[in-house]
């Protein structure tokens, strides 16, 4: 007669076990992408630096949309003018603070992310009882008034001539002739990772759960527990932020600031951008973070090739960028609906329609 063991009940990891596993997956990738930004950096020139410190500094924002448009639901056409926000703050307190040392610019950067998020604040409680076309209205009318407003009050923000930045050189302890554009790549993709190491743990967690579900169904949400306005307002306030460090390092990268450099059409960019690279996902901000530093070079080249008179050079200067865009963004959502970042569920299905070698 066979002997019957109780067999243990497997254990279920909890959830706090669950968050803990995913930190540190999030950590072993942010120190792999830090690994690839320092290789990077050290072998390109000046300017491809600089380049790349732009990516950084978009990815911070388009990731913060990511989640407030794709996991939320929430559209905003007004992000370009909460970078705005984050900008002209962090010039102010920079050129006050200036010659003081290199911790005042992390100080600079902080306080563009606390003022960012109470302007995000004040805009998603008006937000959350909003939907659809009114809540595309409000952000558009907040992406016009934030620039009018820099226009117009010269005393403080100096009109459209904008602001100029003081920021100190890179640290003596990195050598006399290190490349300044070099630093500037590390001080954006710094930004950028930490900037998603938060928002990775922040959607696997409940509140991130919460995200998904208040999108999906607002009535199934709220008869679950989930207070549905705290949570649209709180998915503002996140993004708000992240458009704020986004829009402090842009100032950090051109060292000046002004309404010109965010018009309606940068907000445009930046949701088409996201929807592009695959709403809802990180790796998708990542990809629209760099469409959108190498499309408007990319057209910036094509009108430079063109011979044509100033004129007609400076209006495709303004409305190519939005154009191939646009035409991108038909390409994109034709072929792969879910964006570039569904390339991965893609490929491992197309190796089925390769037809099969004969023995």
């Known amino acids: 007669m066979t002997d019957l063991r109780e067999r243990a009940p497997a254990k279920v990891p909890t959830e706090k076990g669950k968050n803990a596993l995913s930190l540190y997956r999030h950590l072993a990738l942010m120190l792999l992408g830090a690994v690839v930004i320092l290789a990077l950096s050290y072998a390109l020139p000046p300017f491809r630096n600089y380049q790349l410190a732009t990516v950084g500094a978009y990815l911070c924002v388009t990731a913060g949309l990511t989640v407030l448009t794709g996991l939320n639901g929430q559209l905003s056409l007004g992000h370009g003018a909460l970078m705005a926000v984050g900008a002209y703050t962090l010039a102010m307190t920079q050129n006050k603070l200036a010659g003081q040392g290199q911790w005042t610019l992390l100080v600079a950067v902080l306080a563009a992310i606390v ?14 009882r909003l939907r659809g076309p009114y809540l595309a209205g409000l952000t558009l009318a907040v992406a016009v008034v934030v620039p009018a407003i820099a ?12 602001l100029s930045v003081s920021v100190d050189p890179p640290p003596l302890a990195l050598g006399y002739d290190f490349p300044y554009e070099r630093w500037q790549a590390w001080l954006a993709w710094a930004g950028a990772l930490v900037t998603l190491l938060f928002l990775a743990n922040l959607v696997r967690s409940r509140f991130g759960r919460n995200l998904t579900a208040v999108r999906d169904d607002e009535a199934a949400a709220r008869l679950a527990g989930i207070n549905v306005a705290r949570t649209q307002v709180m998915a503002f306030v996140v993004s708000a932020a992240c458009a704020g460090l986004g829009g402090a390092l842009i100032a950090v990268l051109s060292q000046s600031v002004s309404p010109g450099a965010f018009p309606l059409t940068l907000s445009l960019f930046l949701l088409m951008a996201i929807v592009i690279g695959g709403l809802g996902s990180l790796a998708g901000a990542l990809w629209g973070a ?3 530093v190498v499309l408007p070079a990319t057209t910036h080249s094509l009108t430079d090739s063109f011979d044509v008179s100033a004129a007609v050079a400076q209006r495709l200067e303004g409305n190519l960028p939005l154009a191939i865009f646009g035409v991108v963004l038909i390409v994109v959502m034709l072929a792969f609906p879910g964006g570039i970042a569904s390339l991965k569920k893609f490929l491992p299905n197309a190796k089925k329609l390769l037809p099969k070698r004969k023995a």
Do not use: E
């Open 290 to 292: 760099v469409l959108l």
């Open 151 to 162: 226009s117009t009050f010269d005393t403080t923000f100096n009109s459209d001539q904008g």
């Open 115 to 128: 003022v960012t998020t109470a302007v995000g604040a004040v805009v998603g409680l008006a937000a959350a």
